[in-house]
T-cell receptor
């Protein structure tokens, strides 16, 4: 158990709808990263939030957006859902320090939210 | 560019050793990771290695890093049926993200 929780576990939506996925980070962590894992593929980086601001973004369109709250939990919002958005959405929490140093920042993953778009 | 490659399948017999291989492209990666994913589950961190190390051992797991060839391997000694899963190699990207391979599906036969 990593202490990272996600909700809901499963979700079915139709094309064009909007969805919000939630993630609670591990206690003591200040950074949340979101990944999309399509069937048979490795996870792809969507974006990362650090201290309530977006801190990096992968190759995903603007209809993928996020938030991080003062308690470091996070939301992933996807607008105008497309069939190809069907995937397992994973969040990972880590501790980023100002000193940076070796930047280990080991990421611990939640169980994921499986989204099906019909 | 940043890319990670892995072979897709590996089949071994229970009790044998498993070796899963990975190549990566970003020579500036400081940390490299191995994660395990069981069916329908999230990713479990197995181990990691810092780029100034050649080898790291953790119980049944041994990680070997050849930085010159950008090659990483994970050896699982005495492989058990419970080790059947998909194993992902990952390198740390420039944005603090993880860059994953497509995963190696390990099947362990009794």
């Amino acid at each position: 158990e990593t202490g990272v929780t996600q909700s809901p576990t499963h979700l079915i939506k139709t094309r064009g709808q909007q969805v919000t996925l939630r993630c609670s980070s591990q206690s003591g962590h200040n950074t949340v990263s979101w990944y999309q894992q399509a069937l048979g593929q490795g996870p792809q980086f969507i974006f990362q939030y650090y201290r309530e601001e977006e801190n990096g973004r992968g190759n995903f369109p603007p209809r993928f957006s996020g938030l991080q709250f003062p308690n470091y939990s996070s939301e992933l919002n996807v607008n105008a859902l497309e069939l190809d958005d069907s995937a397992l959405y994973l969040c990972a929490s880590s501790l980023k320090t100002i000193a940076g140093g070796d930047r280990k920042e080991t990421q611990y993953f939640g169980p994921g939210t499986r989204l099906l778009v019909l | 560019g940043e890319d990670v490659e892995q072979s897709l399948f590996l089949s071994v017999r229970e009790g044998d050793s498993s070796v899963i291989n990975c190549t990566y492209t970003d020579s500036s990666s400081t940390y490299l990771y191995w994660y395990k994913q069981e069916p329908g589950a999230g990713l479990q961190l197995l181990t990691y290695i810092f780029s100034n190390m050649d080898m790291k051992q953790d119980q049944r797991l041994t990680v070997l890093l050849n930085k010159k060839d950008k090659h990483l391997s994970l050896r699982i000694a005495d492989t058990q049926t419970g080790d059947s899963a998909i194993y992902f190699c990952a390198e740390k990207g420039s944005q603090g993200n993880l860059i994953f391979g497509k995963g190696t599906k390990l099947s362990v036969k009794p």
